[in-house]
């Protein structure tokens, strides 16, 4: 039997470790955001940082990337945090140059952590084995 790969979202602590063994999974709403009023109030940059932590102790393997109120200026304190990249919607949605807002979030992502993102393309990446 094959497995397939998937990916997750979570609110919670919990939820991260449920969701170990997926390919990535998403953790949110890291800052204040309009879409995920659902989901409850913010974690804030501290508890991401420390669910992270106690997520990292308990052998956790799975990348997680913030989600939730991400725009440029708040990307690096999510990678300090322990987050292998982010995920963003409403920033380019909602933005006038959507073009400019993704390469700065990408800008920001590089500066703070050079591998955080995935590759552009499985054809380009340096970490294709050939």
Do not use: Q
């Not at 700065?104 to 393309?121: D, K, N, T």
């Amino acid at each position: 039997m094959c497995a397939l790969p998937y990916a997750a979202s979570t609110h919670d602590l919990d939820g991260l470790r449920r969701e170990d063994g997926a390919a990535f999974v998403v953790l949110g709403p890291v800052f204040p955001t309009p879409g995920k009023a659902e989901a409850g109030h913010e974690l804030g940059v501290p508890a991401f940082a420390n669910w992270l932590s106690r997520a990292g102790d308990a052998g956790l393997r799975t990348p997680v990337y913030a989600l939730g109120g991400l725009r440029p200026g708040r990307v690096a304190a999510c990678i300090a945090a322990g987050a292998r990249g982010v995920a963003v919607m409403g920033a380019v949605w909602d933005a006038p140059d959507p073009g400019r807002v993704v390469e700065a979030l990408i800008a920001e992502v590089e500066e703070a952590h050079p591998r955080a993102i995935m590759p552009r393309s499985p054809l380009t990446s340096p970490d294709r084995r050939g």
